[in-house]
């Protein structure tokens, strides 16, 4: 129930009426007990400023930020958080007691997190990383702070990954398809594989002939769960893992910060299952 003490949060974007965040949230929100409630706000580009003095000036007590506004959000807040300093980039901001934004990456925690919840463990690891966009260098970001002990990183447009490879210069290198064969965990984390039907292809980001029951693989694209590179890695033998993970994971950090209190990851993937069905239909 909605009452004179419940807090508000939600998302903001262009376009994101599409936005999964708001069924996720409140499930999330629901099964934690918090008395919150999450709305999606549309944000037109270039008003980023105007959306977080809306923050202050109604006491909304989290974002989540999504296109095209996350590098906007990072250089307007109060404070970084360090993975959010380091890629220049937040995707969640939150309003302290005191009165403060402070912007925060998720996207790369939540990319580990949910491989722990799985029992996979990215410390020692050797990972391959496909893409060089802002998923894809949370990700690099991320695992390198895990403690992956090396991070190959394969891009179209080589200047992105040698962008990407400076996030964590210590284990990451800019890589080839023949580096897939010898590593752990490899990572979709291009938008090759996304749409459903009829936009959908069955393009794959590489070649899943070099796979094999040695590798996890995950894909961070979650529309469809299924993509095309899942379905071609299951017939190899190898682990694989959906985007729905990590997603769910990023929205558990945002309210861990925003409530102090942790939500049911069980509740809120549901929830998006859910969602996602109801639009399939
Ligand atoms: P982005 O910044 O636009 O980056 C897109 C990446 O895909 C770039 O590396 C781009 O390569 C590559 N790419 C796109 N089309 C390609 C093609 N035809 N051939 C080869 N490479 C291609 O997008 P993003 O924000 O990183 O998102 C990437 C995907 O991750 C999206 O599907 C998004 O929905 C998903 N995502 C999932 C989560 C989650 O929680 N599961 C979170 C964030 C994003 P170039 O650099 O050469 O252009």
Redesign the pocket.
């Known amino acids: 129930m909605i009452t004179g003490s419940t807090r508000l949060a939600g998302v903001i974007g262009h376009p994101v009426r599409h936005s999964l965040s708001p069924a996720l949230h409140n499930a999330g929100f629901a099964s934690s007990g918090a008395d919150w409630v999450y709305a999606a706000f549309e944000v037109a580009p270039g008003e980023a400023r105007s959306a977080l003095d809306a923050m202050l000036a109604l006491g909304i007590g989290g974002l989540s930020v999504t296109m095209p506004h996350k590098d906007a959000v990072a250089g307007l807040v109060d404070e970084l958080e360090p993975a959010a300093a380091a890629l220049r980039s937040a995707n969640t901001v939150t309003l302290t007691a005191d009165g403060r934004l402070v912007g925060a990456s998720t996207?790369g925690e939540?990319f580990v997190g949910s491989l722990a919840a799985d029992g996979i463990e990215v410390a020692g690891a050797s990972v391959a990383v496909l893409?060089?966009?802002?998923?894809?260098r949370s990700v690099i970001d991320a695992v390198a702070r895990a403690g992956a002990a090396t991070v190959v990183v394969l891009?179209?447009?080589s200047q992105?990954a040698e962008q990407a490879v400076a996030l964590a210069p210590n284990v990451a290198r800019v890589g080839t398809e023949a580096d897939l064969a010898g590593v752990h965990i490899v990572v979709n984390?291009?938008?090759?594989g996304?749409g459903a039907p009829p936009e959908a292809t069955a393009e794959v980001?590489f070649d899943p002939a070099v796979l094999g029951p040695e590798h996890l693989v995950v894909d961070?694209?979650?529309h469809p769960l299924r993509t095309p590179l899942l379905v071609a890695a299951e017939a190899r033998g190898a682990r694989c893992i959906d985007?729905l993970g990590?997603?769910v994971h990023?929205a558990v950090g945002q309210q861990v910060r925003w409530t102090g209190l942790v939500p049911d990851a069980a509740a809120m993937r549901a929830a998006a299952e859910r969602e996602l069905a109801a639009r399939h239909q």
């Open positions: 996207d939540g893409g060089a966009g802002g998923a894809a891009n179209r447009t992105r984390a291009t938008s090759i996304m980001p961070i694209v979650y985007g990590m997603l990023q």
